[in-house]
């Protein structure tokens, strides 16, 4: 089955044409065109997404994308377009649900909304066609979520435990700001640092040592803004445990500390849920899972616990937000018969 996939729930304008097979249990993908116009530098100069802004950009990208999906030879004639109905900004997601009900009209092909989370979580069967095996456990982390999932099949997962603040994404792109570094802050926080020493302080682990499955991150974000603010004497040496002297505290070591804090609550309370529920699968998705060091610190602390864990992580093209993925999750709620209005749904959860 051809699946035309639109996306336009933040500051990614993207369209994608992918063939899907299989059953739900094992569905097999392969993407013919993956198109993706980012919004990044128009964004850029605000320190983060303008609503109306992303709104004028996707009304003037959708056409063009459609355009190059054309001119690169397709004829179009898929069975199914699905397009994101949410979670995202409003007004960003109706253009692209206006754009498909139109496509849909002239085209007379059937249409279905798709959950974004949705798309995160399959992201990792898009690329090759490994099997996964169940149950696994999926950490979905973007921008907007921080999300924990015991996945008992493709198809059938229950929510384990979500950050009860700010997700892991946005408490990226806010401490970036504070480090006066650009927008998104995930990625340029991590090049940062790439220079500076992870143990130089020791910011809060949030809710760490809880034994649900939620998150915290708002309250980290806050301890870098104060370790900023604060009086540089010796309590402040003790409270932070500073491996060095304030003085000799660079941008690198606040950034490499700050990575650390996430890299330790994600993977402690992620492979606690996998030894919870025998997993043997773990799956990330989201923006963030294109994170390098917080992909190693995952292999690091699987191979240091000894467990039997296949690990999903898309490649970086299909962490952050584009169209294949919703193509996936199309196809899945297609199977399952799964209908969701075709109305702009900027609060929507898994
Ligand atoms: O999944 P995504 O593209 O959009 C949402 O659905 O939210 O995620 C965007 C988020 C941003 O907060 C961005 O800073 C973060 O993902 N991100 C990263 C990296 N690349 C993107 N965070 C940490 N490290 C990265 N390399
Ligand atoms: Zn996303």
Not at 14 to 38: C, H, M, T, W, Y
Not at 65 to 81: E, H, Q, T, V
Not at 203 to 222: A, C, E, V, W
Request: aromatic fraction near 8%.
């Amino acid at each position: 089955m051809k699946i035309l996939a639109i996306e336009t729930s933040c500051d990614e304008t993207a369209i994608a044409l992918v063939d899907a097979k299989g059953g739900v249990k094992q569905p097999r993908f392969k993407i013919e065109k993956n198109l993706v116009a980012s919004q990044i530098k128009i964004h850029r100069p605000f320190g983060g997404v303008v609503p109306n802004l992303a709104k004028r950009e996707h009304l003037k990208n959708l056409p063009i994308l459609f355009k190059k999906l054309m001119a690169s030879g397709y004829s179009l004639n898929p069975d199914l377009i699905a397009v994101t109905v949410g979670p995202g900004l409003e007004p960003a997601l109706w253009t692209g649900i206006n754009f498909a009900k139109e496509l849909h009209k002239k085209l007379k092909i059937k249409i279905l909304g798709v959950n974004h989370l949705e798309g995160h979580l399959y992201s990792p069967k898009l690329e090759g066609n490994k099997n996964l095996d169940f149950p696994a456990i999926a950490l979905i982390i973007s921008g907007g979520h921080t999300i924990l999932l015991n996945v008992k099949n493709m198809a059938s997962w229950k929510k384990i435990g979500e950050t009860v603040d700010d997700a892991v994404g946005e408490c990226y792109d806010k401490t970036a700001r504070l480090l006066n570094l650009p927008y998104p802050g995930g990625p340029e926080i991590e090049k940062l640092a790439k220079d500076g020493d992870p143990n130089t302080i020791q910011f809060p682990r949030p809710m760490i040592h809880q034994k649900n499955y939620d998150f915290s991150f708002s309250g980290l974000k806050t301890s870098v803004l104060y370790f900023f603010r604060e009086n540089k004497n010796e309590e402040f040496v003790k409270k932070y445990k500073l491996s060095k002297t304030p003085e000799k505290i660079s941008k690198a070591d606040i950034a490499a500390s700050f990575q650390q804090a996430v890299f330790d609550v994600l993977t402690i309370k992620t492979l606690r849920a996998v030894k919870e529920i025998k997993a043997k699968s773990l799956i990330i998705g989201g923006g963030v899972a294109a994170n390098r060091s917080l992909q190693k610190a995952f292999k690091k602390k699987i191979k240091k616990e000894n467990l039997k864990l296949n690990l999903f992580i898309p490649s970086p093209k299909f962490c952050t937000d584009n169209a294949a993925i919703i193509a996936a999750a199309g196809y899945i709620s297609f199977l399952k018969n799964k209908k969701m209005a075709l109305k702009a749904q900027a609060n929507l959860n898994l």
